[in-house]
Nanobody, 120 residues
Framework: VQLQASGGGLVQPGGSLRLSCAAS????????MGWYRQAPGKQREAVAT???????NHADSVKGRFTVSSDNAKNTVYLQIFSAKPEDTATYYC???????????????WGQGTLVTVSS
């Protein structure tokens, strides 16, 4: 599975932005998708994930400001950013967990990253 993210850019503090990530390629199932981020000099951290059943998980640092959603028919995951803060500045990576077959272990894929800069 290949992941193609888009939607990053410059946003002012307090502003909004939406990231999108589309999955393509052969997979028996995509079990979950989501977003991680990595700020300069910091480790990559989980931002938000969503399962194929619609269960979501958001990091405490973004709860109430970010919303993850998905369109299973399009194999696409979104991250809606509200009330952006300078500390949200990072490269955001799309992630997916999927199964190649109906049996066997799950696999993971990562997108190329899209830069979000929160600055006035």
């Amino acid at each position: 599975v290949q992941l193609q993210a888009s939607g990053g850019g410059l946003v002012q503090p307090g502003g909004s932005l939406r990231l999108s990530c589309a999955a393509s390629g052969g997979a028996f199932s995509i079990n979950a998708m989501g977003w991680y981020r990595q700020a300069p000099g910091k480790q990559r951290e989980a931002v938000a994930t969503i399962t194929s059943g619609g269960n979501t998980n958001h990091a405490d640092s973004v709860k109430g400001r970010f919303t993850v959603s998905s369109d299973n028919a399009k194999n696409t995951v979104y991250l809606q950013i509200f009330s952006a803060k300078p500390e949200d500045t990072a490269t955001y990576y799309c992630w997916a967990e999927w199964n190649r077959f109906s049996w066997g272990p799950s696999e993971e894929s990562w997108g190329q990253g899209t830069l979000v800069t929160v600055s006035s």
